[in-house]
Each structure stands twice: as C-alpha cells, then as structure tokens.
C-alpha cells in the first residue's frame, strides 16, 4: 500500500500507535503518578511540623536529615512531572511537537493529525494509522513553523519561500504541506533539451523574492560560492568550459572520469552543483544527473530546472531519498564541508557510501582543504571507506574571483569497493 508508507526513522517525528491496550496502561501510569506525588506532598507537609515539636539537642542533625529527604521528595516530584508531561505528549499522539501549545495554526495541527485507516488495520503493513511528518527539529522553530501554516486555505499561498527555506536550513525537514497555491511563475522562452542546457535564462523565470538581487545580471558580478563563482553566465565566463577543459591538475575531464566506469555510469547525484553544469555536462552523454541544491542567495533550483536538469531541494542534513546501491556516480564539491563535529561529515559520508553501488564511482571534484588537519581528516575518513583511489591529486589553485591567495584542493575519484 503506498500510500500508507510512513517516515521512520528518517529524522522525522511520528505518531505513537494507540491501542486499547497502551490507553489503559496510561492511565494505570497517571493514576501511580498522581498518587506519588499525594504521598509525596504529604510527606513533605507533615513530617517537618511533627519533628520540630520535639526540643532536643541532636536537632542540627536531625535537621540535615529532614532536608535530605525533602530534597529526595523533591527529586521524586520533578521526576512524576516530567513523566506525566511526555504521558500527554503521548496521549495526544505526538511526540515532539507539542500541539497543545497556545497560537500554534490550526492548519498545522490538521496536518498533523493521525487518521484511522477507514478498514482498520493493514494486514500487510500492520498499520492502524496515517501518519503525517514533519522534521524533528520543527519544535525548535514553532513559531515560525506556525507563521508558515498560516495561510488562506484554497487560497494564494503567502509569498514566503524564504521562509520555508530558513526552515530548512534550521533542520525542520521535511516540512509539512499546506493546501494553498504556490505562487506560479511564467516561463517564457523555455527551449528544448539539449538547447535548453546553455540557454540563458530569463530574467522572468525565477522568483527573485527574498533575494539580494532581482536580475541574473546581478548574480554574475557576485561571487556566491566557492563552487559558484560567475556560474550563472552560461556565455562569458568559465562555466562553459569546466568538465571538458582543465585549468590545473585537480581539475578532472568529465570524459576520463566517464572512461573509468567502463561504459557503466548512467545516473548520477551532484552535491552542492551549483548551477547545474556538471549535470548539463553530464546530460550531453546522456547521464542523468541529479543536482542537490536549496536556494542560498540565488535561484538555483528554478535555474537548474529551466536547463532541463533536475533540481533535488534538499539540505545536506536530510537522509538522502534514495534506496540503497542504486547511483553509478556520486559527484561531490566543497559544498560537502558540512562544518560542525567531524561526526557530521562521516554521517553524509556513510549516507553517500549508501546511495552508491559497489563499483560505482564517487567523484570528489576541488574539495577545499582550509588546513593541513582538514585534509588529513578527510583522508583518513575516506580510507576508512575502502574505496580504490582510481585518481588523487592534492593541488594548490589560485582562485582570481575567489580569494587571489593560493589555497589547497583535493581531487579525487574514487570507486566503491563489493564489502561481504
Ligand atoms: C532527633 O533524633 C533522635 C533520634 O533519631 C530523636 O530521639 C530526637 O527526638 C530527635 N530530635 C528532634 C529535635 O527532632
Ligand atoms: C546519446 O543518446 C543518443 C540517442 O540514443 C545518441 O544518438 C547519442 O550518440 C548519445 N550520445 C552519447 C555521447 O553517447
């Protein structure tokens, strides 16, 4: 049953599933707890008064003892608390978001509300409920979460894209849907594949809402990234000659690398591809290509998409929606420098290594390496992988438009080995 197939285990929060039985267990528990907390209170109402009546010298002591147990019982009740708080959370059904919290929009909770399948139980799947998700993290951002659900139902949804992407970037992924109409954009000129993959893109066909600047014009005289440095001029510029020229030895010829799947590279996923040229490239010998990218500062997924490329809008902290084994080709750039705990970057690293099947290829294409410790971390996590190093070049590149200083690259491609 597709439709029934539920987010688990894949940073989104879920529904308990309520059974007759879990009810009345609930309740036996509120009912302990509350009693707890009687036998607590009069413990701590009672038996001060009754020892202080008594005058005698072991007073200091007995002192010390009395507030040892009280700060006991008070331990006791702050436990029963918490308790009793997650049993509402539960009893409501959900286990992060708290839903009871006040101004919170009522399309958010209809969202997330779980639904009785209307036969009962799925024989095969087990499932009682539909369940809706939402990203964990979405508690830490409530209200902004709520301003985003707020909205005319059937109506033009508010023009707040950016929004949904500071979401995003706050690690409330997936986001939930919301029944209004997304803004639609004209798309004049649109021309077809492969014509479609060097045409620059009009002006009017990208949202420029929420951005710094409002033409492609602008952009181009803008350095957005490391991996995007002039990448929406699809005429002058550098753009149209990377993957099929190199201007240094840590920049690899898409070709070589072709050649060294032996004919076997047909779909592939690009982390961090910018404007979408090394899909385009890639696409020009019929690989396809998916680019990961959200819109930080430029429209990135509208341009890839008016390319005839695939946009994927996803952030880097999102489990990558692909089964197992399934790319022959895993590009990579320095977009993949996550920052943070060095376990962040091994979390994507496993997840790329997932994604990719034994014998594909995973192209790291002029990582940054801020310092000396950053590479050999890096090399160290790759090793750990077991991966043929089929090329690695570490090179020093001076970015002219970048910074004007030389600094350290990694290249590599590399090829997942069949792990028993
Ligand atoms: C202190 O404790 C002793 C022994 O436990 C008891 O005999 C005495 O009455 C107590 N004194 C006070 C002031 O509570
Ligand atoms: C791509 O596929 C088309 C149609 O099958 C074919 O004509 C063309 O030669 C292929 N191009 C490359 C580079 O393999």
């Known amino acids: 049953m597709g439709s029934v197939s539920l987010k688990i285990g894949d940073g989104t929060a879920r529904f308990k599933r309520a059974t007759l039985c879990s009810s009345a267990i609930n309740i036996l528990m509120l009912f302990s707890v509350i009693t707890t907390n009687l036998f607590a209170l009069y413990a701590f109402?009672?038996?001060?008064?009754?020892?202080?009546?008594?005058?005698?010298?072991?007073?200091?002591?007995?002192?010390?003892?009395?507030?040892?147990?009280?700060?006991?019982?008070?331990?006791?009740?702050?436990?029963?608390?918490?308790?009793?708080?997650?049993?509402?959370?539960?009893?409501?059904?959900?286990?992060?978001?708290?839903?009871?919290?006040?101004?919170?929009?009522?399309?958010?909770?209809l969202f997330l509300q779980n639904h009785q399948l209307p036969l009962g139980k799925d024989s095969r799947t087990g499932i009682t409920e539909m369940v809706a998700s939402v990203g964990h993290s979405c508690e830490k951002s409530a209200d902004l979460l709520s301003q985003y659900m707020s909205?005319?139902?059937?109506?033009?949804?508010?023009?707040?894209?950016?929004?949904?992407?500071?979401?995003?970037?706050?690690?409330?992924?997936?986001?939930?849907?919301?029944?209004?109409?997304a803004k639609t954009v004209p798309k004049p000129g649109l021309t077809s594949l492969p014509v479609s993959l060097w045409k620059s893109v009009n002006d009017k066909a990208v949202t420029w809402s929420g951005l710094g600047c409002k033409n492609f014009n602008c952009l181009n005289s803008?350095?957005?990234?490391?991996?995007?440095?002039?990448?929406?001029?699809?005429?002058?510029?550098?753009?149209?000659?990377?993957?099929?020229?190199?201007?240094?030895?840590?920049?690899?010829?898409?070709?070589?690398?072709?050649?060294?799947?032996?004919?076997?590279?047909?779909?592939?996923?690009?982390?961090?591809?910018?404007?979408?040229t090394f899909a385009a490239r890639m696409a020009e010998r019929n690989v396809t290509v998916i680019t990961n990218t959200l819109n930080v500062d430029a429209p990135y997924s509208e341009?890839?998409?008016?390319?005839?490329?695939?946009?994927?809008?996803?952030?880097?902290?999102?489990?990558?929606?692909?089964y197992d084994n399934v790319f022959d080709l895993v590009h990579a750039t320095s977009g993949l420098d996550v920052g943070g705990k060095p376990e962040k970057l091994e979390f994507l690293m496993f997840d790329i290594d997932r994604v990719l099947r034994a014998g594909g290829l995973f192209w790291l294409d002029n990582f940054y390496c801020s310092d000396d410790e950053k590479k050999r971390a890096l090399t160290r996590l790759i090793e750990r992988f077991g991966y043929k190093k089929l090329k690695w070049v570490v090179g020093e590149k001076t970015d002219a438009a970048w910074s004007g200083k030389p600094e350290i690259y990694l290249s590599a491609v590399l090829q997942k080995p069949v792990r028993i």
């Open 45 to 109: 109402n009672s038996s001060p008064n009754h020892r202080l009546h008594n005058p005698f010298h072991h007073r200091n002591k007995n002192i010390s003892l009395i507030s040892e147990q009280v700060s006991l019982i008070i331990k006791e009740i702050d436990s029963s608390q918490r308790k009793l708080a997650q049993m509402e959370k539960q009893l409501l059904g959900y286990d992060t978001l708290d839903l009871s919290r006040p101004n919170l929009a009522t399309e958010l909770k």
């Open 222 to 276: 803008k350095i957005l990234s490391r991996d995007c440095v002039g990448c929406f001029d699809l005429v002058n510029g550098y753009e149209t000659q990377r993957y099929v020229k190199a201007r240094s030895k840590i920049e690899f010829l898409m070709d070589d690398v072709l050649a060294m799947g032996n004919g076997g590279i047909r779909i592939g996923f690009d982390i961090g591809g910018g404007s979408g």
């Open 303 to 322: 341009f890839i998409a008016t390319r005839g490329l695939f946009p994927l809008f996803l952030s880097l902290d999102h489990r990558f929606p692909f």
């Open 151 to 181: 909205y005319k139902v059937s109506g033009p949804c508010p023009d707040d894209w950016s929004l949904a992407q500071k979401l995003i970037l706050k690690g409330c992924e997936p986001l939930p849907r919301r029944r209004c109409f």
